[in-house]
């Protein structure tokens, strides 16, 4: 079951998580309060895991579709906008993930934007055309690797624990809590279709409870290490793209190279997901108009990614987060 845990945390994980950006984006700013809400997020997505799947095993769901119907009393029309929100989502995601690995090169060899978003244009592009179901087994090594990295980088710094000086933004109140819960909601935008192709190793409501804790204690320990570490380094990396890279590069050369790689291929293989999922979801029988839209959305991912990498994650992530909220409410008070 570990192997499904580290699917779903693949899922979650990509340019924004592994960089450290996401985390200083929405929690570090907030200090102590932002500590608060990344531990509400992470019991939030396990509840969403688990209740989705308690959704998906008491009804058979075996499609996007009918989890959408089943929620919604088979509104055609909601049904309609429901599968393209997600659809929205897996194309913005993978433009910011295209972004994501253009920022590397930015930030470490003082490289243009474009010159990252053509090199994994060009490997999306040729795997789009071609098999991607190597990408799980990627995924299934990658995913632990992620992990140890970062509590490695905890544990190298674990100094950074007791450094409890909070750094904290303009905004008051419960602006946490806001973040918290768009964090947990466009996280799980992407997780349903995921936990529906799971169904076949969850079979039981206790081995739901038993992934979606796991899946919450796995997060929970990367996204709190990370949280110190950013703390730390808090005025260093205000103004970097990738902070952990910045912190691996600390310890050395080895670690910053190694760390460097894991979050490349961490965005790769996410991109990779997102973009043939949208290119799946269009149902096109047509191949060279398949070819023709795989082709188009790298060219509109390379424009954009100019944009800016932290600019894409925090204006259009927030934005799908608030309409997939309403579903989570959906199934916590029906289902």
């Given at each position: ?91 913005i995601s993978f433009i910011v993930m295209v972004a994501g690995f253009s920022a590397y090169f930015v930030q470490e060899f003082n490289l243009p934007y474009i010159f990252g978003g053509i090199l994994i244009s060009i490997m999306s592009f040729i795997t789009f055309l071609n098999n991607t179901k190597g990408l799980v ?73 038993f992934i979606s804790i796991c899946t919450s204690v796995f997060l929970l320990l990367m996204t709190i290490t990370l949280f110190f570490l950013l703390n730390y380094y808090f005025v260093d990396i205000q103004t970097l793209e990738l902070p952990t890279v910045f912190i691996a590069t600390k310890l050395g050369a080895f ?81």
């Amino acid at each position: 079951m570990l192997n499904t845990v580290f699917v779903i945390i693949g899922t979650i994980i990509g340019a924004g998580f592994a960089s450290g950006k996401e985390i200083f984006t929405f929690f570090s700013i907030y200090g102590f309060g932002g500590l608060c809400g990344l531990i509400l997020s992470s019991i939030l997505i396990g509840f969403v895991i688990y209740k989705s799947f308690n959704i998906i095993i008491k009804y058979n769901i075996s499609s996007y579709n009918q989890f959408v119907n089943k929620i919604f009393s088979k509104s055609n029309f909601i049904n309609t906008v429901m599968c393209n929100i997600i659809n929205i989502f897996l194309l913005i995601s993978f433009i910011v993930m295209v972004a994501g690995f253009s920022a590397y090169f930015v930030q470490e060899f003082n490289l243009p934007y474009i010159f990252g978003g053509i090199l994994i244009s060009i490997m999306s592009f040729i795997t789009f055309l071609n098999n991607t179901k190597g990408l799980v087994k990627i995924n299934q090594i990658l995913v632990p690797c992620l992990i140890c990295i970062i509590l490695l980088l905890g544990l190298k710094n674990y100094f950074c624990f007791a450094y409890l000086d909070f750094y904290v933004s303009q905004e008051v109140g419960i602006s946490w809590i806001i973040k918290a819960l768009l964090y947990a909601s466009y996280n799980s935008i992407i997780l349903i279709p995921i936990l529906i192709s799971l169904k076949k190793y969850v079979v039981n409501i206790q081995q739901a409870k038993f992934i979606s804790i796991c899946t919450s204690v796995f997060l929970l320990l990367m996204t709190i290490t990370l949280f110190f570490l950013l703390n730390y380094y808090f005025v260093d990396i205000q103004t970097l793209e990738l902070p952990t890279v910045f912190i691996a590069t600390k310890l050395g050369a080895f670690y910053k190279y190694i760390c460097g790689l894991l979050i490349l291929g961490a965005i790769f293989t996410t991109a990779i997901s997102n973009g043939y999922s949208f290119l799946r979801n269009l149902n096109i029988s047509n191949r060279r108009l398949y070819c023709f839209i795989a082709f188009s959305i790298c060219l509109i991912a390379i424009i954009l990614s100019h944009v800016g990498f932290s600019t894409l994650l925090n204006s259009l992530y927030p934005i799908l987060g608030l309409l997939r909220f309403y579903t989570n409410y959906i199934c916590s008070i029906f289902f």
